[in-house]
């Protein structure tokens, strides 16, 4: 069974860094594109940032650009994303979902059940 | 990288159909063969409905059903049950190794 556990989340002030983790099993985790996703609670989903397989292809929203670092280690079956310079308006859900293949093409097909992240003074 | 655009909300009664449109650009939707739908219930995670435009992932009624002309693509939802009143999100590659949502539709079983 595919499970996806996310650690990291918190309340942390304005400018501030956080590091999301997450803990991936249930599957080969070193075949599959994997990829961070936000929500808003009673809003809609954001793409946040997505990685290869190896990764070798890497993409951000341009909301996240410049500030957040998505990286993996498949040897310890782990995605983490690296948050800098916090906004209010990076408050949300985050979860980590797997890619259907090995690249970033975007069909998410197993997710986490998020972690919340509010960024508040 | 706006969002692309989806209806707010639909409705339906019980075995009725109804369909959910998701429109982009060239640049998205219309430049590739990468539009994804999720099903996402109050509260849960969202869950992978269709990808790949038409295709459905194994235990997926075939109620569910994906299609796409120019820089639009739709889900319908035919024979609607109760337990389909849930959110709907479309998402599409859009190059550069990186993905867009749309809003999300509020389905509403009558």
């Known amino acids: 069974e595919v499970q996806l556990v996310e650690s990291g989340g918190g309340l942390v002030q304005p400018g501030r860094s956080l590091r999301l983790s997450c803990a991936a099993s249930?599957?080969?985790?070193?075949?599959?594109?994997m990829h961070w996703v936000r929500q808003v609670p009673g809003k809609g989903l954001e793409w946040v940032s997505g990685?290869?397989?190896?990764?070798?292809?890497?993409g951000y929203a341009d909301s996240a650009k410049g500030r957040f670092t998505i990286s993996r280690d498949n040897a310890k079956n782990s995605l983490y994303l690296q948050m800098n310079s916090l906004r209010a308006e990076d408050t949300a859900f985050y979860y980590c979902?797997?890619?259907?293949?090995?690249?970033?093409?975007?069909?998410?097909?197993?997710w986490g059940q998020g972690t919340l992240v509010t960024v508040s003074s | 990288q706006s969002a692309l655009t989806q209806p707010r909300s639909v409705s339906g009664s019980p075995g009725q159909s109804v369909t959910i449109s998701c429109t982009g650009t060239s640049s998205d939707v219309g430049g590739y063969n990468y539009v994804s739908w999720y099903q996402q219930h109050s509260g849960k995670a969202p869950k992978l409905m269709i990808y790949?435009?038409?295709k459905r992932p194994s235990g997926v009624p075939d109620r569910f059903s994906g299609s796409k002309s120019g820089n639009t693509a739709s889900l319908t939802i035919s024979g609607l049950q109760a337990e389909d009143e849930a959110d709907y999100y479309c998402?599409?590659?859009?190059?550069?190794?990186?993905?867009?949502f749309g809003g999300g539709t509020k389905l509403t079983v009558l």
């Open positions: 790949d435009v038409s």
């Open positions: 249930g599957f080969t985790f070193n075949d599959y594109g």
């Open positions: 998402n599409s590659y859009a190059g550069r190794y990186t993905l867009i």
């Open positions: 979902v797997k890619d259907i293949g090995g690249a970033v093409a975007g069909t998410l097909d197993y």
């Open positions: 990685i290869s397989w190896n990764s070798g292809n890497i």
